[in-house]
């Protein structure tokens, strides 16, 4: 049975040797095992960060005779993750036999072309850039990984040093130099001037280590990534305090994160001069005590040393000269004073293009920051989802503790901006930007929906999910907001989903949501008013109960979170929707329907006032008018069904037909009916659209609007 041969303290042990005894005899399965455990813990590698590889010997289709393969992480995988699908599985012999045609450091970029010609898998990844980085290594599992401390070793002045010291020769060190063709070269060069070592550090970079089984290579990895973090920590405060010590303390954790919602919107507005960005909040104690310390004047403009940080953080964050406790009650000052930093840093960024770019760079990409920290509250990113943008804080997150440890044991060295520039502008780097695929009609947007753990409310939501949304779910039943949020997390992931109790009768309630919401997505772009009740009586047994229940849902709930989702548009300056669920009952006199009817008109009408006065800040506000949704509904809880069915002198069995048969269409209306309509109003196709309403009823004469 497998053990440590040593307690961990700074890194996480994953390896469960019975799931590891099933995989045993198949050394790929045993590679995707070993990936997702390194990948589990973020102090060994970051999300996407470093590739992990093995060497097995199958038999060629074509000659049947046994043949060494590789199977490496491809490219844009993530080995916390990967599966089978995400490995690219190459014959070593011809990979090896391209360094017969390499022709020097100046044509790197052809050989990537070239390991397709080295595919023995055809179902293969595209492999990766660091392919030839495992493939000139002989040993049969390889590990290269991003971690925090070996990087703060890797990225410190006196790196190459305390690396010989720190393992007594047993650990090569590799200058940095870009990842590539002959960088694999320099680490086979490497091992045979050292022979019997048991990894290399890429300077600047990162750290490879090996072993001829899964499980010896994982326990390798784990051990140097051990004595990095042991080392590391055993000099924290021993030169001079962390960072510098503190310089402002910091707002209580409630502060902060109050502080924090009401700026978002106004950042995210700002970080969307050119395209609609997603935010991401996070005042965790590492990120407190770099953004308060005294040396975040000197460290932050250096930017970051691993590429895999610097390629997702950008070239250096914005930081907001700004009080934590700053009143933050004008927005509209508060964004013209920030946008003056906004634009200093765009016009930084397209200097730093101009002196550094060649003539077949790609044309400058956006100019905005992706991280922005606010001293006393915390770190901001901003960036196309809600994953990226979790990531990029992530990755900053991993760049201070590599400065942290690189100040501790030395003096923190970044990359040179001419290798930044060649990193981030890099052409292989702008052909996987290329072969993205394209962003669904929703990307960047965030959705509020009233509502939404059940029926219209929640089809909608998931109708926006699913075209590319970040959904907040809302309502006043939370143990089936529970539900819901748990069930759409397991659908589309916990990054594009939230859930918030709301009570559209209560403004604090409503404030609680909305401050949820910016410190999750950054702000909102559209509004769903959808909470609703229902109340079916004949005009002389409705009481005033029942009149001031109505209005206050249906109407003042409409109302209020209509204005407070208006605030943060108009502070984004970004436009948005607002669609109200009304009810075909709005323009039909039905009968037992008094109350209802008459708040539903009101809700239709005041769409109508909405949206000819919030156009001119591009806000558009549409009307979807349901009728006889029965699916997944509420509605007919309460009697509501009771009492429709007695009113039009029917069996409650009888009434879904009953309304089918009342249509034109002589179809039944679905929550997924209500949700396409929903979602094509907001979906672009419709931008020039305000003021309107869709009836969505299966065609109800009596509903038509003319």
């Known amino acids: 049975m497998n053990t440590p041969i040593m307690s961990f303290k700074h890194v996480s042990y994953l390896w469960d040797e019975k799931k590891a005894s099933q995989l045993e005899g198949n050394e790929v399965d045993l590679l995707i095992y070993r990936s997702n455990c390194l990948g589990a813990d973020l102090r060994i590698t970051n999300y996407g960060g470093g590739n992990t590889s093995c060497k097995t010997t199958e038999l060629d289709p074509l000659t049947k005779e046994p043949v060494e393969v590789m199977w490496i992480k491809g490219s844009g995988g993530d080995i916390g993750t990967m599966t089978r699908a995400g490995l690219a599985g190459l014959y070593v012999d011809k990979l090896r036999s391209l360094e017969g045609i390499y022709r020097g450091i100046e044509f790197e970029d052809e050989m990537v072309e070239l390991f397709n010609h080295c595919i023995y898998d055809l179902a293969s990844k595209a492999p990766s850039i660091d392919t030839p980085l495992h493939g000139f290594l002989p040993f049969k599992h390889i590990d290269h990984l991003h971690p925090d401390a070996a990087i703060a070793i890797a990225a410190s002045k006196d790196g190459e040093k305390i690396t010989q010291e720190l393992w007594k020769g047993a650990i090569a060190w590799v200058p940095w130099q ?256 290329q072969r993205m695929p394209k962003e669904k009609p929703l990307s960047r947007k965030i959705a509020l929906i009233t509502g939404s753990a059940g029926g219209i409310g929640k089809g909608i939501a998931e109708k926006y999910a699913q075209e590319g949304a970040c959904v907040v779910l809302t309502d006043i039943d939370q143990e089936r907001l529970n539900g819901a949020v748990a069930e759409f997390e397991k659908k589309f992931g916990k990054d594009v989903v939230l859930g918030v109790k709301l009570d559209v009768t209560d403004t604090s309630s409503l404030a609680d949501a909305i401050k949820a919401t910016c410190l999750k997505f950054g702000g909102i772009d559209i509004v769903v008013n959808n909470a609703g009740i229902s109340i079916s009586k004949t005009f002389e047994d409705h009481t005033q109960q029942d009149w001031d229940r109505l209005n206050d849902i249906l109407v003042m709930g409409q109302y209020h979170v209509s204005k407070t989702g208006v605030e943060l548009m108009k502070q984004q300056g970004l436009g948005g929707d607002i669609i109200n669920v009304v009810s075909k009952n709005a323009l039909v006199a039905g009968p037992k329907n008094v109350a209802y009817g008459t708040a539903k008109a009101a809700q239709l009408h005041m769409s109508r006032l909405m949206a000819a006065e919030l156009a001119e800040d591009k806000i558009r506000v549409n009307v979807v008018n349901p009728d006889a949704v029965i699916e997944n509904s509420n509605i007919w809880e309460g009697g509501w069904a009771e009492n429709r069915a007695k009113a039009y002198g029917i069996d409650v069995k009888d009434l879904p037909q009953y309304y089918a048969n009342r249509t034109l269409l002589k179809e039944s209306v679905k929550v997924s009916d209500i949700a396409d309509a929903a979602f094509a109003f907001v979906s672009g196709m419709l931008s020039k659209t305000t003021g309107n309403m869709l009836n969505v009823d299966g065609g109800l004469a009596a509903a038509f609007p003319r």
């Not at 003539?359 to 992706?370: A, C």
């Not at 915390?378 to 201070?400: C, H, M, P, W």
Request: proline letters at 6%; hydrophobic letters at 40%.
């Open 178 to 433: 870009r990842p590539g063709f002959d960088l694999g070269l320099q680490l086979k060069e490497a091992l045979d001037q050292n022979p019997g070592i048991r990894g290399i550090m890429l300077g600047g970079h990162g750290l490879f280590t090996w072993a001829d089984t899964a499980y010896e290579c994982y326990m390798n990895s784990l051990e140097v990534i051990e004595m990095a973090s042991a080392y590391l920590e055993s000099n924290y405060g021993k030169k001079r305090p962390v960072f510098g010590g503190e310089k402002i303390s910091p707002l209580s954790p409630g502060q902060r994160k109050s502080q924090a919602a009401k700026l978002a919107p106004i950042l995210r507005g700002l970080a969307s001069s050119e395209k609609r960005m997603v935010g991401t909040f996070n005042d965790s104690d590492t990120v407190l005590q770099f953004i308060n310390s005294h040396d975040l004047e000197k460290l932050a403009p250096m930017g970051t040393s691993c590429p895999d940080h610097f390629l997702r953080t950008k070239i250096s964050p914005l930081v907001l000269d700004l009080a934590p406790d700053v009143d933050l009650s004008d927005s509209m000052a508060l964004k013209e004073k920030i946008g003056v930093a906004f634009q200093a840093y765009r016009e930084m960024y397209a200097d730093y293009y101009k002196k550094h770019k060649h003539p077949n760079s790609p044309g400058m990409r956006d100019p905005n920051p992706v991280i922005i920290l606010w001293p006393g509250v915390g770190l901001f990113s901003y960036s196309k989802d809600k994953q990226t943008s979790r990531v990029a804080s992530e990755f900053y997150i991993n760049a201070i503790n590599v400065m942290r440890g690189a100040e501790a044991v030395s003096e923190y060295v970044s990359l040179p901006l001419q290798e930044a520039f060649d990193i981030e502008y890099w052409l292989l780097e702008e052909a996987k930007l």
